[in-house]
């Protein structure tokens, strides 16, 4: 079971850091990543953190601005969001792949986290 948490308003330019806690799991035996849906448009991979050694994926559109990291300990991963962009407004979804190196949510699904940026 994958919590998000995490979402809010912000003015572009500014920061938010979204988590995805999976209670009770091993991170290093999953994938965890995040896609976005804004409204009107279809749902996009925004990051991703492999199973095992911890690849990380961006989209182009986020490269350089957002951040994936995985605690272990806390069993969470969290993407940290920087200079927030009015097009970065959508509901995100953190999923989880087992023993993978790509994100796509075959095992699951949190609920998703509203990230509304103004300009």
């Known amino acids: 079971q994958l919590q998000a948490s995490g979402g809010g308003s912000m003015q572009a330019g500014g920061s938010l850091r979204l988590s995805c806690a999976a209670p009770?799991?091993?991170?290093?035996?999953?994938?965890i990543g995040w896609f976005r849906q804004a409204p009107g448009k279809e749902r996009e991979g925004v990051s991703c953190i492999s199973s095992g050694r911890g690849d990380t994926y961006y989209a182009d559109s986020v490269k350089g601005r957002f951040t994936i990291s995985r605690d272990n300990v806390k069993a969470t991963v969290y993407l940290q969001m920087n200079s927030l962009q009015p097009e970065d407004t959508a509901v995100y979804y953190c999923v989880a792949d087992r023993l993978s190196a790509f994100c796509s949510g075959h095992d699951g699904w949190g609920q998703g986290t509203l990230v509304t940026v103004s300009s």
């Open positions: 009770g799991h091993t991170l290093d035996n999953w994938a």
